[in-house]
T-cell receptor, first 113, second 112 residues
Framework: DTEVTQTPKHLVMGMTNKKSLKCEQH?????MYWYKQKAKKPPELMFV???????INESVPSRFSPECPNSSLLNLHLHALQPEDSALYLCASSQQGLMTEAFFGQGTRLTVV | DAKTTQPPSMDCAEGRAANLPCNHS???????VYWYRQIHSQGPQYIIHGLKNNETNEMASLIITEDRKSSTLILPHATLRDTAVYYCIVTGQQTGANNLFFGTGTRLTVIP
């Protein structure tokens, strides 16, 4: 199984809502990532988890709150988002410490209204 | 900041080889060159990576110049399904192997 599964595929939320994006992999990868991609732009790294601990936060606003409850799951909790946060949110996973490939999910397309 | 420079777009005739260039003149000795592609509305897909030797797999070939300041991704027989944005990324253990900082990429259009 070389799949990274993201749910939901699409999400529309109001600016006062709280929602969560979920990401799951069963490849035994101990590094997991969140990326944000605006339309017609490249993906931008947001967070990196290594062995279930947050290792990198690329100056992401606190309205985005990541969580890694176990080695297979990665969540992104959303609260009080702005319309400009509308984007494709991509999850990825990889082996830790090796120069190998990252596997990406298909993303969650988020619209903030 | 991305460490690579790629042409914004390229066309290739179906069945012909697609040669996608990438400049990475500031690459350091322990950094690798990775290529990913992103087909419209999908997540990026790994293609190939290399350090200094040329590499080939079932998807593509990677040619890295001797000074390592540039590389070329070769898709030997492009098909319509190869239409995508291709990203050349330089990364290494110090950056975090898969902490990928994407540049703007090359939009490859394969023409029937």
């Amino acid at each position: 199984d070389t799949e990274v599964t993201q749910t939901p595929k699409h999400l529309v939320m109001g600016m006062t809502n709280k929602k969560s994006l979920k990401c799951e992999q069963h490849m035994g990868h101990r590094a997991m990532y969140w990326y944000k991609q605006k339309a017609k732009k490249p993906p931008e790294l947001m967070f990196v988890y290594s062995y279930e601990k947050l290792s990198i936060n690329e100056s992401v606003p606190s309205r985005f709150s990541p969580e890694c409850p176990n080695s297979s799951l990665l969540n992104l909790h959303l609260h009080a988002l702005q319309p400009e946060d509308s984007a494709l949110y991509l999850c990825a996973s990889s082996q830790q410490g090796l120069m190998t490939e990252a596997f990406f999910g298909q993303g969650t397309r988020l619209t903030v209204v | 900041d991305a460490k690579t420079t790629q042409p914004p777009s390229m066309d290739c005739a179906e069945g012909r080889a697609a040669n996608l260039p990438c400049n990475h003149s500031t690459i350091s000795g322990n950094e690798y060159v990775y290529w990913y592609r992103q087909i419209h509305s999908q997540g990026p897909q790994y293609i190939i990576h290399g350090l200094k030797n040329n590499e080939t797999n079932e998807m593509a070939s990677l040619i890295i110049t001797e000074d390592r300041k540039s590389s070329t991704l070769i898709l030997p027989h492009a098909t319509l399904r190869d239409t995508a944005v291709y990203y050349c990324i330089v990364t290494g253990q110090q950056t975090g192997a898969n902490n990928l900082f994407f540049g703007t990429g090359t939009r490859l259009t394969v023409i029937p």
